[in-house]
């Protein structure tokens, strides 16, 4: 009796610890998402920073021209989704035309299997793009409330990177005053094993991207699909966005081709062409171009993903998986967290290790 008291006394305080840190997650989402955004920026961009300032730059420099890098990137990421808009926009007359005849076929067949004449169903349609229309002032300033949010996130996150490069110091010296001399040590461990496996690992995302980009580029132009180069590298880049980015970014070149071709073969060789590049971007691109990794298991990939996508959106969905993985490098250096490390680390086989990550502890 004695003993399941003390084992059920730490359980309900690890399980009221989780629920109020999900609590504060949930409600602090205005704060967290831009504060973290700019912390892995700050992240990635702090050896880079390091090295100006080591050849004299100053640090105001340094920091300048690394958020200049970043918002260049921004910029071109922007101009590719305006495109892939203005494309959409110019398709969309082919697509009604091409969608009539179905839209026929679909509202004969419900007539034959299920009774419901073609009258009823346009009468449906009508009254519902009606209540649409009756709620276009609500999606209309919920859609401007979206855009001034999205605005604003685009201002404070570079302004938030700034200040944790800037006052990089404050920071560390802040993390060790909580550490204690205890764990000192151990902390610089895991700050030095955190940057190092992030900027490599950014550094060969960025080619994986841009060798993803041309392979898809180079199919849809086989295919003779408009816009091919504007597809491949936006479907390219939109697998930042976990698992969901490469099926949203592919529904537009499918349905292009399908509005643009006479056969179902080219939406179906889109797919392939696609898929067959998503193959080898997972285990031949991305295993030999990267040079470190996260090393975070598949299921807890998909519990950053899921728990992200509950508490944050998108941004959840982004943000979780290098949280995650910041979270398993802290496991690496302390034996008391082995069992969490257990659920949270890549098992790899003897002597086929996925990948390699140099002067960072197995």
């Not at 009774?115 to 859609?143: C, Y």
Request: net charge positive.
């Amino acid at each position: 009796m004695t003993d399941q008291k003390t084992f059920s006394i730490p359980l309900m305080r690890h399980l009221l610890i989780i629920i109020i840190t999900i609590l504060l997650l949930y409600w602090g989402k205005s704060l967290f998402v831009p504060l973290l955004y700019g912390l892995f920026i700050a992240i990635v961009l702090f050896p880079f920073c390091r090295w100006l300032e080591h050849r004299g730059f100053s640090k105001t420099f340094a920091v300048t021209i690394g958020l200049f890098i970043v918002l260049i990137l921004m910029i071109v990421l922007i101009a590719l989704l305006i495109l892939q808009l203005n494309a959409l926009r110019e398709d969309l007359p082919g697509l009604k035309v091409k969608a009539a005849p179905a839209l026929n076929e679909l509202q004969l067949w419900i007539n034959d299997n299920f009774n419901i004449p073609v009258t009823t169903q346009k009468e449906w349609i009508g009254n519902t793009f009606d209540k649409l229309s009756g709620q276009s002032g609500s999606w209309l300033a919920g859609s401007l409330s979206q855009l001034t949010s999205g605005l604003f996130m685009l201002f404070i996150v570079p302004v938030f990177a700034a200040l944790f490069l800037y006052n990089r110091k404050d920071f560390v010296l802040f993390a060790e005053k909580c550490a204690g001399t205890r764990y000192r040590e151990r902390l610089y461990r895991v700050l030095h094993s955190t940057i190092h496996t992030y900027f490599h690992f950014i550094k060969g995302m960025i080619f994986v991207y841009i060798i993803v980009g041309a392979l898809n580029s180079i199919g849809l132009l086989v295919l003779g699909i408009r816009h091919a180069v504007l597809f491949g590298f936006l479907t390219a880049v939109m697998t930042i966005i976990p698992y969901a980015g490469i099926f949203i970014s592919a529904l537009l070149p499918i349905t292009v081709a399908w509005i643009t071709k006479d056969s179902i073969w080219y939406p179906v060789g889109v797919v392939s062409v696609f898929a067959f590049v998503q193959y080898l971007e997972a285990n031949v691109i991305f295993p030999r171009i990267v040079a470190s990794q996260l090393n975070v298991s598949t299921w807890a990939t998909l519990v950053a993903i899921l728990a992200g996508g509950i508490i944050w959106g998108v941004s959840g969905m982004i943000l979780f998986i290098p949280f995650v993985a910041i979270l398993k490098m802290v496991t690496d250096y302390f034996p008391e967290w082995e069992a969490l490390n257990v659920l949270l680390r890549r098992t790899q086989k003897k002597n086929k290790p996925v990948l390699e990550r140099k002067n960072v502890p197995a």
